[in-house]
């Protein structure tokens, strides 16, 4: 059995915060051997830098190791540079140093209220650390960590045990963020301990590990209704939220970095779940779902992390001081800034962005004084895979197309309508067609989708048609989704489709020759014809939505579609 130690990991035995006057090379700062663990040890070798642009210079000065001239094994070594790793600050032109094309003739807050206008601003002017050892060199993240361990401590996550033998442990680390008020001034500074979950092994420190997500195409559909019938739009926080999760498996984690423990061989097993571990998410969802059913509310079978209430009045407020007895929770007021998405409403609608996450984006891969694209790819241009062509990032890529946002306004109904197209045998490699939809509920752009189809189609009234049965099952689950709301669609949902033969194959029965290898999905749009569910209005392929989302097409059409689409720009300079 193993030897089990009472005592907890105390958060006084972090050190104190560091004197602003005092020399960094105190040795009370040294982070423990758990912390040097975490951070990446500078290179033992590199090349000078030349320049003198603000990344390369240091930060803090530090003497350097003498090194024998005569010594021919040990090369020049840069002394340790505080920033490194860093991309420098430049979310508004230096002056020091000119830009072709400068941000700031991209991105401007002149257009911004006031109190949003500040909260941008803050959301952009602090620097959030990456390492334990950078983060204990501040108070206010050294009181961060602390606060965390007091609350890992309340909760009784872990005990202290010999790990018995033949079991290993986990590691962990430290991750930081912040905590901003509705008006966008700090709330705390957050730090949070994350196991690396990544080194568990199946049978043995996890079983089961589903959770159902949270699906942003829900989270829009709800912001569409809100702007049309004028619903107001509260955000709750439950602190540390995947600690409330209760552990069924034996976990061992090692000691968090930057604390020690006064008996040696003994590691923390862990009693609730942690940030990090493959089964958090499942365990702290069974618990809020267990919570909210308690309280009345019936889970959607629509979407399952989606939780329905149908009653009149105060709501809102019973719902918070329910909660409150649950977890510990933080009211922070409207709907501001969630998942790295910013909020702002107003009399027009509500206008979603993520302009930071963007700007960040572009910092990190230095972009950010880069020539700006009118559309994502050149006009007329085919992808494909060439026997000489070097290997692209694509998550990279498709990660810096956020430079816009969407706007849901008020449009007095709650008609769910759709757009679907397909570019034929668009694909030079395999000849595979290219589909896409959008769609829209009251009005406003909700979901949207482009994939390669699985088969290559034999003509383009056959990818067209693929692609339509792709719309169809989106508008279906839409129409599912506001029943369960309690608004149930009354009007025959729309289709739009720029394919005349596509929509004769849908709406005549006797087609067998020209519809054989596409049964299946023929018999599906029958029914749902018949039932009048939905119907095809042909458009034009200039008024094609879904266009840009099968091939490349001019900056014009673009810009067209992006402003039907209710895409735009608050931050565009006047």
């Known amino acids: 059995m193993p030897k089990s130690d009472q005592s907890p990991i105390h958060s006084d035995q972090l050190p104190d915060p560091p004197d602003p006057y005092e020399d960094i090379s105190d040795p009370s700062l040294t982070p423990t051997d758990n912390t040097e663990q975490q951070d990446e040890d500078p290179p033992s070798n590199s090349t000078v830098p030349t320049d003198q642009s603000p990344e390369n210079i240091l930060e803090v000065t530090t003497p350097t190791r003498l090194v024998h001239l005569e010594d021919k094994t040990i090369g020049y070594q840069l002394p340790f540079r505080q920033n490194r790793g860093k991309p420098p600050n430049r979310y508004s032109p230096d002056i020091d140093k000119t830009s072709k094309y400068p941000i700031a003739n991209h991105v401007s807050t002149e257009k911004l209220s006031e109190p949003l206008k500040a909260f941008v601003h803050q959301l952009s002017a602090i620097h959030i650390p990456t390492k334990v050892s950078e983060a204990l060199k501040d108070p206010k993240w050294v009181q961060a960590i602390k606060e965390e361990m007091k609350a890992l401590e309340k909760n009784q996550t872990w005990t202290l045990e010999t790990i018995p033998r033949g079991k290993k442990t986990i590691g962990c680390r430290w991750v930081f963020t912040i905590k901003h008020n ?186 950010l004084d880069c020539k700006p694209a009118d559309t994502p790819i050149v006009q007329n241009h085919h992808l494909g895979e060439y026997p000489d062509q070097v290997p692209t990032n694509k998550e990279r890529y498709q990660s810096l197309h956020l430079e816009k946002g969407l706007m849901f306004s008020k449009h007095g109904h709650l008609n769910i309508d759709g757009y679907s197209d397909a570019d034929w045998a668009g694909n030079v490699t395999d000849r595979k067609s290219t589909s896409g939809y959008f769609t829209f509920v009251g009005g406003n752009l909700v979901t949207w989708r482009s994939k390669k189809q699985n088969v290559v189609a034999l003509s383009s009234a056959e990818a067209e048609f693929r692609g339509m049965t792709k719309g169809i099952c989106e508008l279906l689950w839409l129409r599912k989704l506001l029943t369960e709301l309690g608004y149930k669609p009354t009007s025959t949902m729309n289709l739009f489709c720029d394919n005349k033969a596509a929509i004769a194959i849908a709406q005549n029965l006797v087609q067998h020759d020209r519809t054989k290898h596409v049964e299946v999905d023929r018999h599906f749009i029958k029914q749902k014809l018949e039932a009048k569910v939905f119907q095809f209005p042909f458009v034009k392929s200039e008024d094609q939505l879904a266009d840009i989302l099968t091939k490349a097409i001019s900056s014009k059409a673009f810009h067209n579609s992006l402003d039907q689409l209710g895409i735009g720009d608050i931050y565009a300079p006047t």
Not at 286 to 298: I, S
Not at 306 to 320: A, N, T, V, Y
């Open 182 to 367: 509705a008006d966008g001034s700090i709330e705390r500074y957050k730090a949070r301990l994350v196991a690396k979950g990544y080194t568990q092994t199946y049978g043995i420190d996890y079983e089961e590990t589903f959770a159902p997500v949270a699906k942003l195409n829900t989270v829009r559909v709800l912001l569409s209704l809100a702007a049309n019938l004028d619903w107001p739009l509260h955000q709750f926080d439950v602190k540390n939220a995947f600690l409330h999760g209760e552990l069924t498996e034996e976990v061992y984690m090692d000691i968090p970095p930057g604390y020690n423990t006064t008996q040696t061989g003994t590691v923390c097993r862990l009693r609730k779940a942690l940030y990090g571990l493959k089964q958090s998410p499942r365990a702290w969802f069974g618990r809020f779902t267990m919570a909210m059913k308690n309280n009345g509310f019936k889970q959607c079978n629509s979407d399952h992390t989606l939780f329905l209430k149908h009653r009149k009045g105060k709501e809102i407020s019973q719902l918070q001081d329910y909660l409150a007895t649950e977890f510990e929770m933080k009211d922070l007021g409207g709907l501001k800034y969630f998942l790295g998405i910013e909020v702002a409403r107003s009399q027009q609608g509500i206008f979603l962005s993520q302009r930071k996450y963007v700007l960040d984006l572009l910092t990190d891969t230095g972009m």
